[in-house]
């Protein structure tokens, strides 16, 4: 399944169907100003142009109704997936992230939070129900090592949730650096190829592919562009042990 945001309203629906369902954690005009003011603030959680793709990857595990469900996020500093998902009632999760403050972020009691590359985790095999990547995949893209990593994660049935900036056509970001890596908008062929690798490791869409875009909703560092949610599935068998 690919969803790809078409327009700015979605986005503000998606942070008011966060905000009615309690699981918002984006601080408000008062929390800010205290982090701004604190020597030591805390990690920000939350943006809210991550409304969209946070709310359709907490749609989509809230609707499974099993709170037992265990879920893996990637690239989890400052993400607000974790932290929603804890305030919905989910307790088995674990994020995975190489920023130092990694333990700084909410729940840290509670939630796994490791800081360590999630391409070649810690956490054991088949061990994961859900796999996350919230606006992670295209900063230093590697496909073959994150889909080899996520079906190695990921239980028979399991499904992984990714979000990425994306245009149908390519937009060259090569000379552009974002976190110290490598930065891109990922276009339909690339994407097409995701598709296509995640196939060698077991893993295939849950659903329809829509590639069509509307709105160039985002911009940033003077690049214009939207956002991209695809979901798939980890089916029993992968199609080199098929017979």
Known sequence: ?????????????????????????????????????SRSPAPAVGD??????VWLSYDFIRSRNDSSICVTDLGTFSSEILPALWRGGFRHLAGLDLNPRLQEMPFSAHIDY??????????????????????????????????REVARLLRPGGCFLASFDYW???IDTSAHRI??????????AQVEDLV???ARHGLQPLGDMDFGAGE?????????YTFAWL??????????AAT
């Open 216 to 224: 160039k909703v985002i911009r940033y560092d003077g690049f214009d």
């Open 114 to 147: 490791r800081t360590e590359n999630f391409l070649a985790s810690s956490l054991g095999d088949a061990s994961a129900d859900i796999v996350t990547a919230i606006s992670v995949i295209e900063h230093g893209f590697e496909p073959e090592a994150l889909l």
């Open 48 to 53: 809210p142009l991550k409304s969209w793709d």
């Open 1 to 37: 399944m690919l969803k790809i945001l078409q327009r700015r309203d979605q986005i503000r629906s998606g942070r008011r169907k966060l905000e009615e369902n309690g699981v918002s954690c984006v601080p408000g005009m008062l929390e800010r100003l205290r982090r701004r003011l």
């Open 231 to 240: 979901a798939l599935r980890k089916v029993t068998t992968t199609p080199a």
């Open 196 to 198: 296509s690798t995640a």
């Open 168 to 170: 149908p056509e390519k």
């Open 179 to 188: 976190f110290g890596m490598s930065w891109d908008i990922l276009s339909r």
